[in-house]
């Protein structure tokens, strides 16, 4: 009997305490999650987090390294990375496997076709010239991850070129790369400078850019102006400028302090403006020298 209460009084609470040191390291995007990972399945990972009794699934494709409680470590081949801009579409990841795409931020619906320019193109120029046009679009749009619903290839006949066309979703596997509480408030003080435009034609996939470097306009005025409305949908940031052409209002891609990357569009043609606010050290220089002038 004195044993047993010697168990409850002094082992119990030992046990107790100890639990938390019982879960799992689930790293994912470089953030290590404290969890319990209850399955590591083909495609997914299922877990939970600390008193919490609803399981979630993620694919593999996310997850970097699982640490068990045990000791154990499961390292995973890294197939996804960043995409900081349209110039990294080489780095968006295509997948035709639904289950790869368990867990990831829908971004927008992609489409790209590509027919061959002459009777001798044959399908395999033309399928790769339709996947650099979609992997161009997905990371226009900010995206590094592709699922591919729907593909539709023609070989070259007697009258007709070669086609190839992809159809699917854009996904991102990253967060936000900004807090909207943080930058909100740049975008509703700050002016801002127009410092380049890139522009996606879908059509001739043709990526044409201008670079603005004249800070003053022909009457000495700094060429910089507020944003009309600012707003937030879905988790992202959109702005709305008479300055900036686009059909619909423009989705905040990346921003800092100082930098933002609009997303907009116009018929066929997808927009990134890249923007610098009045805290950047040039704009900053000149407007310092127009109020020391006046």
């Known amino acids: 009997m004195k044993y047993y209460f010697f168990v409850l009084y002094y082992v119990m609470p030992v046990l107790c305490i100890a639990q938390p040191s019982d879960t799992d390291k689930l790293q994912i995007n470089g953030e290590i999650k404290e969890v319990f990972v209850d399955d590591v399945s083909f495609h997914n990972v299922t877990f939970r987090y600390p008193d919490e009794h609803t399981s979630q699934t993620v694919s593999k494709v996310l997850v970097e390294k699982i640490q068990f409680s045990s000791g154990r470590e499961i390292i995973f081949d890294k197939k996804v990375w960043p995409v900081n801009s349209y110039e990294d579409y080489e780095k968006v990841f295509v997948t035709y496997d639904v289950n790869d795409i368990a867990g990831l931020k829908t971004v927008d619906n992609v489409h790209a076709k590509a027919r061959g320019f002459t009777g001798i193109s044959g399908i395999n120029s033309v399928t790769r010239r339709a996947m650099r046009k979609l992997k161009t679009e997905a990371a226009f749009k900010g995206a590094n991850v ?43 003080g700050y002016s801002y400078f127009l410092l380049q435009i890139n522009k996606f034609d879908k059509n001739w996939f043709k990526v044409m850019t ?8 022909k009457k000495g005025e700094i060429r910089i102006f507020k944003f009309d409305d600012v707003f937030e949908e879905n988790g992202y940031l959109y702005v709305e400028s008479a300055v900036l ?12 302090e100082e930098r933002i990357t609009l997303l907009g569009k116009r018929r066929n043609t997808i927009i990134q403006y890249v923007l610098i606010s009045e805290k950047e050290q040039r704009i900053q220089k000149a407007l310092e020298a127009k109020q020391a002038a006046q």
């Open 146 to 188: 592709v699922y591919i619903a729907d593909t539709y290839q023609r070989g070259l006949g007697m009258v007709s070129n070669a086609m190839a066309t992809f159809t699917g979703t854009a996904y991102n596997t990253s967060p936000i790369s900004y807090e909207v509480d943080e930058i909100r408030p740049f975008l509703e």
């Open 210 to 217: 201008d670079k603005f470097t004249a800070v003053y306009d």
């Open 245 to 256: 052409r686009s059909d619909q209002p423009l989705k905040v891609l990346f921003a800092s």
